[in-house]
């Protein structure tokens, strides 16, 4: 990551890619990166954990890339393919993001889509870009000379910084949110859930369409900015959520904040890369809309994990 560094501050486009562990190790640099104002592009595929874990397709870093990134305040913009042309999309995005905003650009993926093989299209090849950019340091001939650093001695000087990074952060968060909506013109009951696991929610939502109940999809595209108003404008008019991961219920509390308050929020995830079946989503949305609306006390995890727990008890 730090080659990566060192190379996006000469004014080429760089990115560099891993899973899990791999990107945990990484969060030292990507914090430099984000402090110094420089674009980048990283490709994380999820992987089961936490620890060495295994190669299966996870949700689990979440709140990791989301949330953090490295210390500091700053967050990276997060895309989240659900597919390989998705994948293959959101990485000219990402690029195109990161250079707009001078700002860390992360496809936020998972081993499913990772190990996956479609049918896909790949964009027309574009001229190489040879313009370098004013920031680039790429010798200071015929110029003064130029320092790129996240070093700043003053905590003034820090402190204006980061109201750069928020105002920034801002701006990003009023243009880019991007997300899909399926079957919501009506829906009584809205599923929320990205990558895979939006995926295959999609596939459970037809079946609990073809059998009468009236329920809809929102897939979020980007995770940060997360699609805050959408599902508020939802929580008005829609009886009750279910959020539906490939972790312990991470994406879950942006939906309930987003929310806030105005409609009960259900879970339903796998762990430690196993993957949630249609059937089983299927299934938690006839509870849902078998059930009075009523809000629960306490999280929404709770019931999910004894429920988890007791099926595996049971193959035992």
């Given amino acids: 990551i730090n080659m990566v560094y060192g190379a996006v501050c000469t004014g080429k486009r760089v990115m560099t890619s891993s899973s899990s562990p791999g990107v945990s190790l990484m969060m030292e640099g990507l914090s430099y990166i984000a402090g110094t104002e420089v674009p980048m592009v990283l490709i994380d595929v999820m992987r089961g954990g936490p620890g060495l874990g295994n190669i299966a397709p996870a949700q689990a870093d979440y709140k990791q890339i989301v949330h953090g990134g490295g210390h500091g305040d700053y967050f990276p913009i997060v895309l989240a393919p659900a597919s390989v042309q998705e994948a293959i999309d959101l990485t000219v995005q990402a690029f195109e993001l990161a250079e707009k905003y001078r700002n860390i650009v992360i496809v936020l993926t998972d081993g499913n889509v990772g190990q996956m093989m479609e049918p896909a299209e790949l964009p027309e090849m574009r001229p190489l870009l040879k313009e370098v950019p004013a920031w680039a340091t790429n010798g200071a001939e015929d110029r003064p000379r130029r320092i790129l650093s996240s070093i700043y001695i003053q905590p003034n000087e820090e402190e204006v910084t980061n109201i750069r990074l928020i105002r920034r952060h801002e701006e990003i968060q009023a243009n880019e949110v991007q997300y899909k909506e399926y079957y919501l ?16 929610a999609l596939s459970a939502v037809r079946a609990a369409r073809a059998e009468g109940i009236r329920v809809g999809l929102l897939r979020p595209i980007t995770l940060r900015p997360f699609p805050t108003k959408p599902l508020a404008k939802l929580a008005g008019q829609t009886r009750s959520f ?25 879970f339903y995830g796998r762990m430690g890369g196993v993957v949630p079946m249609a059937d089983e989503i299927l299934d938690e949305i006839k509870k849902m809309a078998s059930q009075p609306t009523t809000f629960r006390n306490g999280h929404a995890r709770k019931e999910w994990l004894s429920h988890l727990s007791d099926l595996h008890k049971s193959k035992n």
């Fill in 242 to 266: 279910l959020v539906v991961e490939m972790n312990a219920g991470q994406m879950i509390d942006d939906v309930r904040l987003s929310v806030n308050g105005l409609a009960p929020v259900e």
């Fill in 185 to 200: 013109e009506d829906a009584e009951y809205v599923v929320v859930g990205f990558g895979t696991a939006g995926r295959v």
